[in-house]
């Protein structure tokens, strides 16, 4: 796969010294590491940040990083330890500040919506929130598990890799998020 | 009424679901499907929920042509210089603050660090696992416990 | 010094009540490996007990992932997974304390139908057990808490 190649040369020349090259590797994934991080921590700021963190970490690792695995991969599994360690220090087991507002600060995201009528937008921020809300019930690792698949499309073998874990608990993580998101969402829709 | 396959493998109907089963194991999965209206429901609704959270992933977009590049950069190059920077005057990045205030903020973060259980005993190794008690009929076993991360193999023997 | 005092007793049964309410079901994952002599790497599926392993005195060129079970297990009731592997394995596991580092359960193995363990164990949050069961061939159960 030509994606593979290209990491690998960018990380490459990343070690030589061209930080430019970082550039192409934030770019590229910044956006797939953000919604991981913000399905872990469900906050937008917050995830901005500690996307921002990942890249930083990452690249201070870079010589670690022993081209073996996939650059992606390792990546992740980055994003994942961070953003978990982020979540547990601000408070154990206590409930996280969620977004309570799904409307971007961005105006032209939130006009490009499909839907244009004002009492269905105010339908769909609902069902966003029960969205949230239902991800919010999960354990950080059922979240993780389902945001990886469901958002980023990675295989149980991959997210195997990047949970460090076994493909059946992948499956079942992903079972019991989606049991648990089926009572949340369904009778919503 | 479920009949066995799905009985025996709960995760069976999310391997289905994301293509993760062999050709054949996809097949006979499918056979099953028309037997059983829970898992054939079962994969409606998961359908659902992925349509729901693909919109809901939409609308968390960082924003058209926004890049965190430049923040980053930025911290990057502060940081380069600011590891060049350690022998210049360090006084300036001390912040004054009423002797008093800093008092309250310790006492106030003592009280919230130990009501965390910051303050509780050091960190369980992460394979940590005491063995209150344990017997074989028939068999004699093996205990081994790693030093660093405190994994635990009981190896039973034949 | 009254109120102060009830606010830290109310403050005490919080973090006591956090502690218990933590859920009420034990959830465990059970792998089911068997290893081999025969040289390749480790299936990907178990990829996360590699490390583990090669520090251990096991020492077999591979390992296969033959099985795979989860369960969420109320506090009182006994979990049953049964295995149709060449040896019919069955593990019975009943939690007894669901604390907020730790777990307590008692442990029962039968292999080909006999009884071949039978443990209480304190397992770390997050943490995993292995149990090496003998047979043709050798199968290794690891038994980590939570999914």
């Known amino acids: 796969m030509s994606t593979l190649k290209e990491d690998r040369d960018l990380v490459r020349s990343c070690l030589e010294g061209n930080i430019d090259d970082f550039r192409g590797l934030v770019e590229k994934y910044q956006q797939r590491i953000y919604l991981v991080v913000y399905g872990i921590i469900l906050n937008r700021e917050q995830a901005r940040d500690l996307t921002q963190e990942v890249f930083l970490k990452a690249y201070r690792s870079l010589g670690k990083f022993k081209g073996n695995a996939q650059f992606y991969t390792w990546l992740y599994r980055i994003a994942f330890n961070l953003a978990l360690d982020a979540k547990r220090k601000i408070a154990n087991r206590v409930q996280v500040e969620y977004d309570d507002s799904i409307e971007s600060d961005n105006s032209e995201n939130y006009f490009r919506s499909r839907i244009s009528r004002p009492d269905q937008m105010a339908l769909r921020k609902e069902l966003y929130d029960k969205i949230i809300k239902g991800l919010g019930a999960l354990s950080d690792e059922q979240r993780t598990a389902i945001v990886l698949r469901e958002w980023d499309g990675h295989s149980y073998d991959e997210i195997s890799k990047i949970m460090n874990c076994s493909t059946g608990t992948v499956m079942s993580r992903l079972h019991y998020a989606r049991e648990k998101l089926k009572k949340e969402i369904i009778p919503y829709l | ?158 | 010094m009254r109120i102060t005092f009830c606010v830290i007793v109310v403050l005490f049964n919080l973090i006591a009540s956090l502690d218990a309410a933590l859920g009420d079901n034990l959830e465990v994952t059970i792998d089911v490996l068997e290893p081999s002599e025969e040289p390749g790497k480790i299936a990907p599926g178990i990829q996360y007990l590699e490390d583990k392993i090669n520090r251990s005195p096991l020492k077999y060129q591979n390992y296969m992932e033959l099985a795979s079970a989860f369960r969420s297990i109320p506090q009182g009731e006994t979990g049953t997974i049964e295995f149709n592997l060449r040896q019919q394995l069955k593990l019975k596991i009943t939690p007894k304390d669901l604390g907020e580092r730790k777990v307590k359960f008692s442990l029962k193995i039968w292999s080909g139908g006999s009884l071949i363990l039978e443990s209480d164990l304190t397992l770390v949050r997050m943490g995993t057990v292995m149990i090496g069961s003998p047979g043709n061939p050798d199968l290794i159960i690891a038994i980590s808490e939570g999914f």
């Open chain 2, 1 to 158: 009424m479920k009949s066995k396959i799905c009985h025996n493998n709960e995760v069976l109907v999310d391997a289905y679901y994301d293509g993760e089963l062999s050709p054949e194991e996809s097949q006979e999965y499918k056979s099953h499907l028309e037997e059983c209206p829970e898992c054939a429901q079962s994969l409606r609704d998961y359908g659902s929920i992925s349509g729901s959270l693909a919109d809901l992933s939409r609308e968390l977009q960082l924003g058209e042509g926004i890049s965190l590049w430049p923040e980053i950069s930025s911290r990057l190059e502060q940081e380069h210089s600011v590891r060049s920077m350690k022998s210049v005057g360090r006084r300036m990045f001390l912040l004054r603050r009423p002797a008093w205030m800093g008092l309250a903020i310790s006492a106030a973060a003592a009280l919230i660090l130990f009501f965390s259980g910051a303050f509780q005993s050091e960190k369980l190794p992460s394979n940590f696992c005491r063995i209150d008690n344990i017997s074989s009929p028939e068999h004699n076993y093996m205990i081994y416990q790693d030093k660093s991360d405190g994994l635990t193999i009981i190896w039973i023997m034949e």
